[in-house]
């Protein structure tokens, strides 16, 4: 094992993973810092996974009936077990996700965030007292666990956006079955194992509660497939979603599918070009450009293109590229190959369409994809800047009238989010009010939500909402109960059946 390969066996050993989960399986695990194999991770086979299935259906039946706020005993347990386990899950989600060591953490942090949130939710599952037509009758709804719920999460979130479904789903009274990325086994495996100690601290939930199924396709098809999941929440590109999708309609699961995103911004003549600048900065080159929430598309007033660009560009040219574990740097590795060579399909077409392209080269070489983020000026919303290309590449295209940018703005298949720079508080509201994106800010960037709101978007995005708000309810069902209190049966709407 390299260097990097015993830092990662320390860090699995010290949080009390299981060493043959991650020592003798047959799935490679690749840290995209450098692109070496780091360990074989075992996977689960088709009866792993039915045996999986059955004993989270066996769970519910059990964990339904464990009154709601000591669920969130549980979900209290773990938050607190993640806070101390903090730094060493970050390192391994910027070995594993290439994430720089302040996103590695917040991260981890978003995590602990839901739990909180979570353990107060598990008091409020309020349902509504309704107004009755009948007299002496009393209607209400009440909100039951679900079941099953299958977690589908991509590479780019590898730990935070299961445990907004988890954390979510467990104070519900569901079980949890989880198929993580096939590149990041071991923040899983990390993290199943910091749950693993809240539930040895908890005592009494029952077996199989929250499980681990790591593997490729067919582990996720199965959960997309199974009568046993209730519900899927799917995280990845459009194109998974548009397979899942008619899948899970099929069957009657239910769905929340948090897929692609095209987030533009828009820098109205008002704006604080210093705060534009970085809010720009952070939603464009953040994270590599591997957040769904990236900015991708930034729609700049004529009045202060050329300025605003010019400094733009600057920043792009001195951005810190490179290894996260050996300097300080703001923007890490993309995760694989598939990765660059997507950003250099699309700078391709960029160029081909008439753009101008700044940044975008690859920096090193080796098995390891270290990129210049890329900041293209285009002639127009044409080519690749309709698609999502899952890398550092900003279009940056001029406007001249508020409402004409906005409705370009909204003319692309995605709708996650998006945002406006202005202090001028007409334009601001205008943008809120027309902008058709699940998440909309003023003078703040695309990416880097909070876990308090309902997280998702509309259109291709999937329309989905998990984390705060009332996302709950997704992980509930709802019943309407009327209760007659009298000795008559008044029929609603009027209707008469005398026998
Ligand atoms: C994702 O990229 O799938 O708003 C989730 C954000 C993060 C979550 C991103 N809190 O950028």
Known sequence: MTGIGEAVGRLLDGLGVDRALWTDGSMPSVTPLTGER??????????????????????????RHVPAPRRGELVRLWGEELRGAKDDLARLVTIEAGKIPSEGAGEVQEMIDICDFAVGLSRQLYGLTIATERPAHRMMEVWHPLGVIGVISAFNFPVAVWAWNAALALVCGNSVVWKPSEKT???????????????????????GLAQLLIGGREVGEALVDDNRVALLSATGSTRM??????????????????????????????????LALRGVAFGAMGTAGQRCTTTRRVFVHDSIYDGFVARLKAAYASVGVGNPLESEVLVGPLIDRAAFEA???????ARAAGGVVYGGERVGDGASFYVQP???????QIGPVLEETFAPIL??????????VIELHNDVAAGLSSAIFTTDVREAERFLAASDCGIANVNLGTSGAEIGGAFGGEKETGGGRESGSDSW??????A????????????AQGVSFEL
């Open 241 to 274: 979603g548009r397979s899942v999708a008619p899948r899970l309609a099929a069957r009657f699961a239910r769905a929340i599918l948090e897929l692609g995103g095209n987030n533009g911004a828009i820098v109205a003549p008002s704006a604080d070009l210093d």
């Open 343 to 349: 950003m250099e399909g699309a700078l391709g077409a």
């Open 480 to 491: 309407t109960n009327t209760i007659n209190y009298s000795d008559a049966l008044p029929l």
């Open 185 to 207: 086994p071991l923040t899983a495996l990390a993290v199943q194992a910091v749950f693993g100690r809240a539930l040895a601290r908890f005592g009494d939930a029952p077996d």
């Open 473 to 478: 309810r997704q992980y509930m069902r709802r």
């Open 395 to 404: 279009y940056v295209m001029r406007y001249y009238d508020l409402d004409q």
């Open 374 to 380: 890329a900041l293209v000026e285009m002639p127009g």
């Open 38 to 63: 780091l360990t074989m991770v075992r996977v689960a086979d088709a009866a792993t996974t039915d045996e999986a299935l059955d004993k989270a259906g066996a769970a519910f039946r059990s964990w």
